[in-house]
């Protein structure tokens, strides 16, 4: 006789209505190269928020070793948790739920975050959400903004993800346009290298291309015949290494900051006019800005001209909001607990999955 545990899980651990208290979620993302954990409050309100970086070590090696990444999760997951709850001058039993990021990453990481998260979760007898990691950099303009609401239209830039996506309620999301190849934090990273800055690649090209010329040199926009809302970095990749190779073969010094400057001018070129196409298709009044790229100073302001030339309303969540950190993933925790999307304890981590799935019925 099959005995379906995930039903058993959620008819056990998942309350059926939500009183008038505040709901307290303790939440840990792991999905990548950092370790970090954080207590939120009604999907809206950061009562403590910690993240432990492995910046230092990855740099070492020119970008992130999944093997190291996932051995130090593993290292920092309890401090990090430890402290997210005294931040919060909470024990560990007042917490009402527990959520971990679940898909999309590095699995190896992705499972140090989601077992941890899981154990704990049923040793308090509580319930385990488990969250789409870019669900929750959307969810990080909640907490920014209170008072934003779905439905709106979205611009993803991460370092392993550049979408645009209709967010049609808390747990409803549409992609109208995706890359084809690389993402934008991926090629912020391979120029960084060609450039020789090293890794993190986003802040430090985004930092010397303050002092450079966007003109300064010509790179290519790509457009993607009857999908004009797709996107594709690689050529924009390989031109940067191609020119950077060509002038090392002639002997001649590349301007770093005007390379710098003119990728990031291309990289913006790349994704403000799909996004304010998508905006004239969709006649949306809202547009958010979420992950890691959102960060960067070219893009944060070419967003802002397009808002007043669409006339919509632009939300942008701080810069310590922009990275990978747990606050976002215990606010989208709090939306999905109320959809229902409570995991078991079968529940798995997966390295990849698209924004719409549910992971909670993730085979």
């Known amino acids: ?19 008038g208290e505040a709901m307290k979620i303790l939440a840990i993302e792991s999905s990548c190269d950092e370790t970090a954990a954080a207590v939120i409050e009604d999907g809206r309100t950061i009562l403590s928020s910690v ?27 309890v401090r990090v948790t430890q402290k997210a709850l005294a931040d919060a001058n909470m024990d560990k039993h007042e917490v009402d739920a527990v959520a971990a990021t679940c898909a999309p990453g590095l699995i190896g990481a992705l499972l140090v975050g989601a077992n941890f998260g899981k154990a704990l979760a049923f040793s308090l007898n509580k319930p385990f959400i488990p ?3 870019i669900r929750g950099h959307i969810a990080a303009a909640y907490l920014a903004y209170p008072d934003l609401k779905p439905p709106f239209l979205t611009l993803i830039a991460s370092g392993g993800h550049s979408e645009i996506v209709m967010v049609r309620d808390y747990t409803s999301f549409e992609i109208l346009g995706g890359t084809r190849d690389d993402a934008a934090g991926e090629a912020f990273d391979k120029v960084a290298r060609v450039l020789g800055v090293g890794y993190p690649g986003g802040p430090k090209i985004d930092k010397l291309a303050q002092d450079g010329d966007p003109a300064r040199y010509k790179l290519p926009d790509s457009h993607i015949k009857d999908a004009p809302l797709d996107f594709s970095f690689s050529g924009l990749k390989t031109a940067v290494i191609n020119l950077a190779h060509n002038a090392e073969q002639k002997g001649e010094t590349i301007d770093r900051n005007g390379l710098a400057a003119s990728f990031c001018a291309a990289v913006v070129q790349t994704l403000v006019p799909r996004l304010e196409m998508a905006v004239k298709q ?4 809202r547009v958010v800005c979420a992950g890691g790229v959102a960060a960067n100073s070219f893009l944060r302001a070419a967003l ?17 909001l922009c990275g990978d950190n747990a606050a976002m993933i215990g ?3 709090y939306y999905e607990y109320l959809a229902g999307n409570v995991g078991c304890t079968l529940q798995n981590a997966f390295a ?8 909670c019925e993730k085979r």
């Open 1 to 19: 006789m099959y005995i379906n545990r995930t039903r058993i899980w959620r008819a056990i651990f998942c309350k059926t209505e939500i009183t």
């Open 51 to 77: 993240v432990d970086t492995q910046i230092e070590t990855h740099a070492l090696y020119g970008g992130v070793v999944p093997e190291i990444a996932s051995r130090r999760h593993m290292e920092a997951v």
């Open 352 to 359: 990849t999955a698209e924004i719409g799935e549910n992971i």
């Open 131 to 133: 969250v789409h990691h």
């Open 331 to 333: 606010s989208q925790a």
């Open 282 to 285: 969709t006649h949306t009044q």
């Open 304 to 320: 802002q001209d397009m808002a007043k030339r669409t006339h919509t309303r632009l939300y942008l969540p701080p810069l310590s």
